[in-house]
């Protein structure tokens, strides 16, 4: 084995030179160390890989650790590196020290650790909080609110039909087909449109009602985040009429709070209980135009409220004309836990119910806007079968 995989392998296993036989000087040396306070098994550790040094209770001791794996790692690997930190050596505590907040390396999770902390944190650290959930807003937003806007508008055009198309381009050729099969002539093999269908352009008028109804529990934190930089996009498009609502045990209407994503987010309360029946039945209430309307409920369905009263309002909403969505996470995280048992009832109402990805939300936005089956839009974009 070469020397420098040997080196990496030391690096990746951690413990003393015994193991690998290569011991580690220089920069490796301070890169296995910060590995092995999260890690442990570093020069200094114990034997079995058993945690030694930790991180202690020192905000400014913290602080220097989260320079230090800036300086050695992506800001991929720091970012996972950081979310272990709060989970594996409760430093949930630390992130509320305004020294700390500057070192760290901004990211979904950690916003989400921040913003259930909103309640306990010192004004101190607020500021400093303020500014580091902005920047990832300004990140995400830059990422997704073009895609975003192009996917919606381009849905809106083709689901406003007209039988005066502009040009060329307009022509929904699949309609105009069927809407002239009685021109069909079989001697030439054709059919002679009498009647054009096509997509109406730049309509100004409301063209649709979005509600997003977004589980505020602790598990949804990255879902959250999301749904708040998704729903300033929406809510700056006016062919779309979109509210926002957060709920746990209680509710909250964060649709003034649209135009700044920031201020939203910090009116959110990551935790606690859920009552997704209530939160539905609210939601019902800023539905005025049904057959144009698309709910977006993003919850892992686990309910604490009344099971039948939520799957009876879901029914009613779909037999309005209303399509139903249900997202079981808006996050980059993967499969996410979620309750089996509601998810396959509301796939009996006919009401889809998948995990989707940040990148893929703006095209399901266009599949709903046109009103395709978004059950089968997922199966073919996500590759995954909704429940």
Known sequence: MTDERLRRWRLVLGGD?????????????????????????????????????????????????????????????????????????????????????????PDVHLVGTLLSLNRVMPEKARESARA??????????????????????????????????????????????????????????????????????????VQREVVLCIDQSGSMAASVVYSSVFGAVLASMRSLKTS?????????????QLHDPVELLFGTQLGGGTDINRAIAYCQGLITRPTDSIFVLISDLYEGGVRQEMLRRVAQMTAAGV???????????????????????LAALGVPAFACTPDAFPGLMAAAIERRDVGVWAERELGIAAT
């Not at 926002?244 to 003034?256: A, G």
């Open 17 to 105: 030179a015994d193991g690998t036989g290569c011991a580690l000087g220089g920069a490796d040396a301070q890169m296995d160390g910060a590995l092995a306070a999260l890690y442990g098994g570093g020069e200094g550790g114990r034997e079995g890989g058993e945690r030694s040094a930790g991180l202690g209770g020192s905000a400014p001791r913290v602080a220097r650790w989260l320079g230090d794996i800036r300086s050695y790692f992506p800001s991929t690997v720091v970012q996972v590196m950081q979310k272990d930190a709060v989970e594996r050596l409760n430093l949930t505590r630390l992130l509320l020290e305004p020294e700390m907040l500057e070192a760290v390396e």
């Open 132 to 205: 580091l959930v902005a920047k990832v807003v300004a990140d995400l937003e830059r990422r997704l609110n073009q895609k975003t806007k192009a996917a919606v508008t381009g849905a809106l055009d083709r689901a406003a039909k007209t039988n005066r198309p502009r040009r060329v381009a307009d022509i929904d050729w699949n309609r105009t087909i069927r809407a002239n099969l009685h021109n069909y002539l079989p001697e030439r093999g054709t059919v002679v449109p009498s009647r054009l269908v096509g997509y109406g352009r730049r309509q100004r008028a």
């Open 244 to 256: 926002l609502v957060v709920f746990d045990t209680s509710i909250v209407d964060l649709t003034e």
């Open 323 to 345: 399509q139903v969505i249900v997202l079981l996470a808006l996050s980059d995280e993967g499969a996410p836990f979620y309750d089996h048992e509601n998810a396959a009832a």
